[in-house]
């Protein structure tokens, strides 16, 4: 079906990029890669941004739909199902899906496996099912969809997790135990602080908590989180030593909340 497969290894410092798929800001690495060859759905804006595709699933498709290569029934299950997934079944509410995506399913689903609600369905439960999150531990948590950025020379982690903040927390000890845990884990991976997003199936919900090891960048993370009226922040009791805050703003993920993370990194008036 392809003659190229394009894997990353981020530790390998001989690994040459040579083609980029992605549905998130474009951070300007691997300059290299140009042209056709760097395909990046996302446009940046002062409120986080605009995502012009949903999944990067939605690119790979579009990818092999334009060479004319048959569609094969498995492919296309796994393709559309991330597709699915990825865009919360294009919930309105969610304000989830693009064109691209909506265009991707409808190409995918005839040559699919199995139909789009039971394996939606299905995806769903696996996904929030409580039983598996209750196994995981606090560092399961924060490594479970654990993404590393850098901006202004100032490098944090953000984690997004499927269960409700005061349930992550309690999975740390509680208290300060898991204050403890995460201080380790921002020590661990060399960070100026710690981001938690967490969506919540039921509502559904989204929830946000930071964390800095510095109290004059703690104090001025919370104040500009407070400021930034896109994010229809509400607090929320979780621990003294964070910042913690329902985000009535399900519709932002990760991809939005970073922007605006770099956005306040790069009006400090001095580097951490």
């Given at each position: ?9 981020h ?16 951070l ?12 990046i759905?996302?446009e940046?804006?002062?409120?986080g941004?605009?995502?012009?595709a ?5 690119l790979?498709?579009?990818e ?12 296309a ?5 991330v ?9 309105p ?6 064109p691209?995506?909506?265009?991707m399913?409808?190409?995918?689903l ?10 939606y369905?299905?995806?769903v ?13 606090f ?12 901006s202004a020379g100032?490098?944090?982690?953000c ?16 208290g ?16 100026a ?27 001025a993370l ?14 929320l ?5 964070v910042?913690a805050f329902?985000q ?5 993920s ?19």
């Amino acid at each position: 079906m392809c003659d190229l497969l394009i894997l990353t290894f981020h530790d390998l410092p001989f690994f040459v990029q040579t083609s980029i798929l992605d549905h998130h800001e474009d951070l300007g690495s691997h300059e290299q890669v140009t042209g056709s060859h760097r395909r990046i759905a996302f446009e940046k804006t002062e409120r986080g941004g605009n995502v012009l595709a949903g999944s990067c699933c939605t690119l790979i498709a579009e990818e092999i739909i334009a060479s004319g290569t048959a569609i094969d029934p498995l492919v296309a299950t796994l393709l559309v199902a991330v597709i699915l997934l990825d865009n919360m079944n294009m919930d309105p509410k969610m304000k989830k899906g693009t064109p691209r995506d909506v265009a991707m399913v409808d190409a995918l689903l005839p040559h699919a496996l199995i139909e789009r609600t039971p394996l939606y369905d299905w995806l769903v439960l696996e996904k929030y099912n409580p039983a598996n999150w209750a196994a995981f531990s606090f560092g399961n948590c924060l490594q479970y969809d654990y993404k590393q950025f850098e901006s202004a020379g100032v490098s944090y982690g953000c984690s997004s997790i499927l269960v409700d903040l005061p349930s992550f927390w309690a999975a740390g000890g509680g208290g300060t135990s898991a204050l403890a845990l995460l201080e380790s884990h921002r020590v661990s991976q060399e960070l100026a602080f710690v981001v938690v997003q967490s969506m919540i199936h039921s509502g559904p919900r989204r929830q946000l908590l930071v964390y800095a090891k510095d109290p004059d960048l703690h104090a001025a993370l919370k104040a500009h989180l407070d400021n930034v009226g896109v994010l229809q922040l509400a607090p929320l009791d979780v621990h003294s030593g964070v910042h913690a805050f329902e985000q009535h703003n399900v519709a932002l993920s990760r991809k939005q909340l970073v922007p605006l993370l770099d956005a306040f990194l790069k009006q400090l008036p001095s580097p951490l």
